[in-house]
């Protein structure tokens, strides 16, 4: 790749002020990434002239590629493109093509035509033009020739459902071109075993890994591998990536968590568990159902975010008071008296009354406590303080049910925010633990 350092630089005073979250530039990086382009720095800046300035003479003097999003369009104060030609030595010209399709658009919506749509069409004579099938202004690459040697700017436009998109399919051919060598990445997203300890296991592939290459991603309760390799074709490249994969997936635990690492992973270039949980049940027509009280039908509701689930969801219910308990999936009222709603007998009761009230072949049942005080409740006529955080999560087949429980404390979390986290862990675990229930069936 001829691009030995790449900045992104984000244009917008909506940004700094946090009125929009900058998503382009993580987006960006990933996709460089991918192309085997490093990118060493990002930057930020408002809507002005100078700052702007100063801050591409910053990167054209340490970066030979700069990719700035934003500032393309038609107002007074989209200025970026203006900016960045004159510190490229770089005259706008009327870029005939662009304006036509510019028009078209217009026309077709029923806008009228104002001369300031002209200037998105106002580009470089010697500009690599990225035609915008999902907004007006198009994006371009300019090149020039700098005392610091050969330099590249790519402006792309900001709204994310634009950018991605023309990326895509525009910047990222012409970027691949630049090289004989292709990149390609595979992403291994792992649930249940923490970033420090996944860094200890795998130590020797992230320090002294060549191709593929290892690197680690922490999320919530979540921990992504991405193996990136270069070769002559991207399937090449691609079983590179796989060829490891499965390597990792036989590589023992031990002492830090019991198993393999196989036993955490849940997806390769799976973007969520619940992509993994749906795939896999549509793959072996399987059906769950869930009955959830802390999480309020989350678990319902990041199984019907997926493409598909309707072929998978049975069905679910919200049982958050201990009568829906009993009416909707006839948790007993022995058992609510004995070990109180809090407990591993209840979450198994609801999973197994939620799978057999709608057929389905996997029931998850979800009790605890959310939010930062915790709960006194009564087993057996004896009060008992159950902690904020607690969950009880269970999965349920036809034969079997097994139920976890997760201690998820508040911290210094505000209620509203330890309320969020704890549905949000309590959810990933059940879809955890109904995939590995899945692969069983």
Excluded: W
């Excluded at 930057?43 to 393309?72: K, Q, W």
């Excluded at 997936?249 to 002492?255: A, I, L, M, T």
């Excluded at 799976?270 to 993994?276: F, G, K, P, T, V």
């Excluded at 879809?431 to 899945?438: E, G, P």
């Amino acid at each position: 790749m001829k691009y030995k350092a790449c900045e992104i630089i984000s244009v917008g005073t909506e940004l700094l002020l946090g009125d929009i979250i900058n998503t382009d530039a993580a987006f960006l990086a990933r996709e460089l990434a991918a192309l085997g382009i490093p990118c060493y720095y990002q930057s930020v800046v408002g809507d002005n002239p100078a700052r702007l300035r100063t801050t591409l003479e910053t990167a054209l003097s340490r970066s030979d590629l700069i990719v700035l999003t934003g500032g393309l369009g038609p107002t007074a104060d989209d200025l970026t493109k203006e900016t960045a030609a004159a510190v490229m030595g770089k005259t706008l010209v009327l870029h005939e093509p662009s304006y036509a399709r510019i028009r078209d658009i217009l026309t077709k919506r029923n806008f009228p035509e104002t001369e300031n749509q002209k200037k998105q069409a106002m580009l470089p004579a010697d500009a690599v033009v990225f035609d915008n099938d999902y907004g007006t202004a198009p994006g371009f690459a300019m090149t020039a020739q700098t005392e610091n040697g050969e330099k590249t700017m790519i402006l792309l436009p900001g709204p994310p459902r634009e950018l991605e998109p023309l990326f895509s399919e525009r910047v990222r051919p012409y970027l691949a071109a630049q090289s004989e060598t292709m990149f390609c990445s595979v992403n291994i997203g792992m649930y249940g075993i923490g970033e420090a300890a996944v860094g200890h296991i795998l130590r020797d592939y992230m320090e002294h890994g060549q191709n593929p290459t290892v690197a680690p991603y922490c999320g919530e309760g979540e921990v992504r591998l991405r193996l990136t390799a270069r070769g002559n074709t991207e399937e090449a490249c691609r079983q590179l990536c796989l060829q490891l994969a499965e390597e990792i997936r036989g590589v023992s635990c031990e002492p830090y968590k019991p198993g393999t690492m196989n036993d955490y992973i849940f997806g390769i270039d799976c973007d969520s568990l619940q992509e993994a949980l749906v795939g896999l049940l549509r793959r072996k027509h399987l059906t769950v159902s869930a009955a959830e009280s802390c999480t309020g039908g989350y678990v319902a509701k990041r199984i019907t975010d997926i493409p598909g689930a309707s072929e998978v969801l049975s069905g679910a219910y919200v049982t958050y008071s201990e009568e829906t308990k009993q009416a909707m999936v006839g948790v007993q009222a022995e058992t609510l008296r004995d070990h109180s709603v809090y407990s591993a007998e209840v979450a198994a009761e609801m999973a197994r009354g939620c799978r057999a009230s709608v057929g389905a072949d996997i029931g998850i049942g979800i009790t605890g406590v959310a939010g930062t005080e915790d709960a006194v409740v009564t087993q057996n006529g004896v009060s008992v303080t159950v902690p904020a955080g607690t969950v009880y999560i269970a999965c349920a087949d036809a034969g079997n049910v097994t139920v976890e429980k997760l201690q998820l404390p508040p911290g210094r979390r505000a209620p509203s925010e330890a309320r969020e986290y704890v549905r949000r862990r309590a959810s990933s675990h059940a879809l955890f633990m109904a995939l590995r229930m899945a692969e069983k069936l």
